[in-house]
């Protein structure tokens, strides 16, 4: 069974780079499946941020897009998460999530629909404050 843990700094400044790690076990990131981060500020709904499939292609929210990156090493078998620039509003819980799609609607809309995941990491909380 695929496991995903997410792990990096829980406090970043504004206008600086949140970095993210997820590290993947029991499955290999190179195969069959998209890598997604997700985040939930506190009170509100899941957002897509952006995701890389196994073939290494990444796909963007295009409101995000010129400040994030989302990249891999498959040595490791991790995937990272850049967001450049970030705000005190973009703090939230941020996930690493598994899905075998990424639909156009996800990604120009950045909705999150639980069902079509069916790994997730469990969290981590990263607040953005100086």
């Known amino acids: 069974q695929v496991q995903l843990q997410e792990s990096g700094p829980g406090l970043v400044k504004p206008s600086q780079t949140l970095s993210l790690t997820c590290t993947v076990s029991?499955?290999?990131?190179?195969?069959?499946?998209?890598w997604s981060w997700i985040r939930q500020p506190p009170g509100k709904g899941l957002e897509w941020i952006g995701a890389?499939?196994?073939?290494?292609?990444?796909y963007y929210r295009p409101s995000l897009k010129s400040r994030t990156s989302i990249s891999r090493d498959t040595s490791k078998n991790q995937i990272t998460l850049q967001l450049s620039s970030v705000t005190p509003e973009e703090t939230a819980v941020y996930y690493c999530a598994r899905s075998k799609r990424i639909t156009g609607t996800t990604i120009s809309r950045g909705t999150v629909n639980r069902g079509e995941y069916d790994s997730w990491g469990q969290g981590t909380q990263v607040t953005v404050s100086s």
């Open positions: 890389i499939a196994y073939s290494g292609s990444t």
């Open positions: 029991g499955g290999s990131i190179t195969t069959d499946s998209f």
